[in-house]
């Protein structure tokens, strides 16, 4: 079927250009995190999509692709600070876990995945029934916050707008997310994938710290 061939042809150009777009954008939204501290997969995408002159009904790459092209973003060109921002954080996140052991905190976003830089806050979940034991907590210990909420996917069928506390010490933003006890059997769904989210516990970070400090000894 000669005359088919022209299609075909036609259709896997169409891919490969698609394909091309989609890691333009990806790079150019990592870019975008990187250096101008947006935290938001979704306002990164349409900014890039902005910058690069394509249409807004351009294929725009999955979330895990950016971060993905973060990370080589911050290999290529963050290789001097963004290891020591990192180490910073989650040296500040261990504390934090300490201190709010009450309520079974675990650390959670780039802190914890490894592509945090200086605009990253540190990210808790706590967990608690009583809605207001966090902000108890927090004026016990002469600790100013500032309340939001946040909507998260508890699984495929289920949102919940979770309680926020932000605040900062020693120059270090924290955001910590209040969810209910049954949070800790399984964590809420990822933004990135729609999975649920990467977790860990005091003891899994300070298993994470010894990682880290090993390889770096070692490449010294």
Same mark, same amino acid.
């Given at each position: 079927?000669?005359? @088919?061939?022209?299609?075909?042809?036609?259709?896997?150009?169409?891919?490969?250009?698609?394909?091309?777009?989609?890691?333009?954008l990806?790079?150019e939204?990592?870019?975008?995190?990187a250096?101008?501290?947006?935290? %938001?997969?979704?306002? @990164?995408?349409?900014?890039?999509?902005?910058?690069?002159? *394509?249409?807004?009904d351009?294929? &725009?790459?999955?979330?895990?692709?950016?971060?993905?092209?973060?990370?080589?973003?911050?290999?290529? *060109?963050?290789?001097?600070d963004?290891p020591g921002?990192?180490?910073r954080?989650?040296?500040?996140?261990?504390?934090?876990?300490? *201190? *709010?052991?009450?309520?079974?905190?675990r650390?959670v976003?780039?802190?914890?995945?490894?592509?945090?830089d200086?605009?990253?806050p540190?990210?808790?979940?706590?967990?608690? %029934? %009583?809605?207001? #034991?966090?902000?108890?907590? &927090?004026?016990?210990?002469?600790?100013?916050?500032?309340?939001?909420?946040?909507?998260l996917? &508890?699984?495929?069928?289920r949102?919940? %707008?979770?309680?926020?506390?932000?605040?900062?010490?020693?120059d270090?933003?924290?955001?910590?997310?209040?969810?209910?006890?049954?949070c800790?059997?399984? #964590?809420?769904l990822?933004?990135?994938d729609?999975?649920?989210?990467?977790? #860990?516990?005091a003891a899994q970070?300070?298993?994470?710290?010894?990682?880290?400090?090993?390889?770096?000894y070692?490449?010294?």
């Amino acid at each position: 079927m000669p005359e @088919a061939r022209p299609f075909v042809h036609a259709q896997v150009h169409a891919q490969t250009r698609t394909r091309e777009r989609r890691q333009r954008l990806a790079h150019e939204a990592a870019r975008l995190m990187a250096e101008d501290g947006i935290r %938001d997969f979704h306002q @990164a995408k349409l900014k890039a999509a902005r910058r690069l002159g *394509f249409p807004g009904d351009a294929a &725009l790459p999955r979330n895990r692709e950016i971060e993905d092209a973060l990370r080589q973003y911050q290999r290529l *060109f963050r290789a001097d600070d963004q290891p020591g921002q990192l180490h910073r954080r989650r040296e500040a996140a261990l504390h934090a876990l300490e *201190f *709010f052991a009450p309520f079974s905190p675990r650390l959670v976003g780039p802190v914890l995945e490894g592509t945090a830089d200086a605009h990253a806050p540190v990210g808790l979940h706590l967990h608690s %029934d %009583d809605p207001e #034991a966090v902000s108890r907590w &927090l004026a016990e210990h002469r600790i100013p916050a500032e309340a939001r909420s946040r909507r998260l996917r &508890l699984d495929r069928q289920r949102d919940h %707008d979770a309680p926020v506390w932000l605040f900062t010490a020693e120059d270090l933003s924290f955001d910590l997310t209040v969810l209910p006890l049954d949070c800790l059997r399984q #964590a809420p769904l990822s933004g990135i994938d729609e999975r649920p989210q990467r977790r #860990a516990s005091a003891a899994q970070l300070r298993a994470l710290l010894t990682e880290s400090e090993i390889a770096g000894y070692d490449r010294g």
